[in-house]
């Protein structure tokens, strides 16, 4: 479980592609203590929960499935990728952002990015079967981290675009700095919402 509070941007320093005996291996060059990750704990990177298989001074490294590479970004990292990062939670933690439980529910598409006095509005473009989730004031997580809705706009075809703002701590210490109109991000819709929508027959 994790909050989408994002503790350091970190980078991909090697990737292994998959064979018939093992699923790709990512390995993930950081500035948080490794010794303090354990062997088979959950970290999300960049929003997808993946379990730590080996470490180093530096660095760890993690597995993705052919499931997790389709069905999130990890398929198009490259060495040099910048990933998002967030250690699961231990009991006492603050709860910072929202609940998040680093299972990706689909990627969404950033549409555009605007000066906002000293903050970044951008709008991102959520598929169809995930766009009745996201609400203004809502939660959402983007590539790990925790935003709120400012406004939705529904779209012909059930997709919906919607906007957040991003502060200058956020911009400059997570990867939406660094991306562009037409980037693909990782994106899980708030807990609550889904279970709203579960118990109102609409899912």
């Known amino acids: 479980m994790f909050t989408g509070i994002i503790v350091d941007r970190a980078r991909v320093r090697a990737l292994v592609p998959a064979s018939k005996q093992a699923d790709t291996r990512i390995e993930i060059e950081t500035a948080l203590d490794t010794s303090r990750f354990a062997i088979g704990a959950s970290i999300a990177c960049s929003g997808c929960c993946l379990t730590a298989i080996d470490k180093g001074p ?3 490294a993690v597995e993705a499935s052919a ?8 398929g198009g990292w490259r060495v040099g990728t910048a990933v998002n990062l967030e250690p699961s939670l231990r009991v006492g933690d603050e709860l910072g952002g929202h609940i998040v439980s680093g299972h990706v529910d689909c990627t969404a598409t950033l549409v555009s ?3 906002e006095q000293g903050s970044h509005r951008l709008v991102f ?5 995930f766009a009745r989730y996201l609400a203004p004031k809502g939660s959402v ?4 981290i925790s935003l709120t809705v400012n406004e939705v706009e529904d779209r ?5 675009c919607f906007g957040i703002n991003v502060i200058p701590h956020t911009w ?3 990867t939406l700095g660094q991306t562009v109109p037409g980037s693909r991000v990782n994106m899980e819709v708030d807990a609550l919402a889904r279970y ?3 118990i109102l027959g609409r899912n």
Not at 125 to 129: G, N, Q, T, Y
């Open 113 to 115: 990015i605007a000066p």
């Open 67 to 74: 499931e997790t590479l389709s069905k999130t970004t990890l």
């Open 141 to 144: 997580a983007v590539d790990g």
């Open 58 to 60: 530096g660095w760890f």
């Open 172 to 174: 400059s210490a997570t």
């Open 196 to 198: 709203v929508a579960r």
């Open 156 to 160: 012909p075809g059930g997709t919906a």
């Open 125 to 129: 473009e959520a598929p169809a079967p």
